[in-house]
């Protein structure tokens, strides 16, 4: 069975400064993970994937996450936030069999800060 | 292309009255979602389609819900008869096998 972790329900940083939202997944076959944004009265809007290429991911907005196998992780990072930012944001993984069946964490409340 | 496009946008209804939930999925995705959202409970996987067909329902909640896909571009998600409980943000998602899902905007349904 597949399972995600978020770390954190809510992330506050200042504009300007690192955004880190924390996910570790498990996965007993090579996963397929995801990061999607929320924006509020939205849909989820996929940001970036991780489908056994480069470890690190590069997605819209300036986003980027590392896959690091060793640790079970799938951390997003953005340099610098911007108040355009704030919005909720899901860690998911995929499994490669018929369908692709997603999961998806609970959520990661993005607050950003002038 | 116009996404993936879910009506209605908010439904409000009486106890016990049948919603239809319906979604258009982007044209050539093999694969389609209906999730539920609601604060206690984050995201639920309902029920998934590939190729039309059927794959795990083991989501749905009780037989009180039902989903069809009787073609490629059209699914129908139904709950018959509807609850308070079943008042959520529902959404359905497209994607080709592999890829990240493309997700609508949602239907916001409210039972009173």
């Known amino acids: 069975a597949q399972s995600v972790t978020q770390l954190g329900s809510h992330v506050s940083v200042s504009e300007g400064a690192l955004v880190l939202l924390r996910c570790n997944y498990s996965s007993s076959v090579p996963p397929y993970l995801f990061w999607y944004v929320q924006y509020p009265n939205q849909g989820l809007q996929l940001l970036l994937k991780y489908t056994s290429a480069a470890t690190l991911v590069k997605g819209i907005n300036g986003f980027e996450a590392e896959f690091k196998k060793s640790e079970t992780s799938f951390h997003l990072t953005k340099p610098s936030a911007h108040m355009s930012d704030a919005a909720e944001y899901f860690c998911a993984v995929s499994d490669r069999g018929g369908g692709f069946k997603t999961i998806f964490g609970a959520g990661t409340r993005l607050f950003v800060k002038a | 292309d116009a996404g993936v496009i879910q009506s209605p946008r908010h439904e409000v209804t009486e106890m016990g009255q049948e919603v239809t939930l319906r979604c258009k999925p982007i044209s050539g995705h093999n694969s389609l979602f209906w999730y539920r959202q609601t604060m206690m409970r984050g995201l639920e996987l309902l029920i998934y389609f590939n190729n039309n067909v059927p794959i795990d329902d083991s989501g749905m909640p009780e037989d009180r819900f039902s989903a069809k896909m009787p073609n490629a571009s059209f699914s129908t998600l139904k709950i018959q008869p509807s609850e308070p409980r079943d008042s959520a943000v529902y959404f359905c998602?497209?994607?080709?096998?592999?890829?990240?899902?493309?997700f609508g905007s949602g239907t916001r349904l409210t039972v009173v």
């Open positions: 998602a497209s994607s080709q096998t592999g890829n990240g899902y493309t």
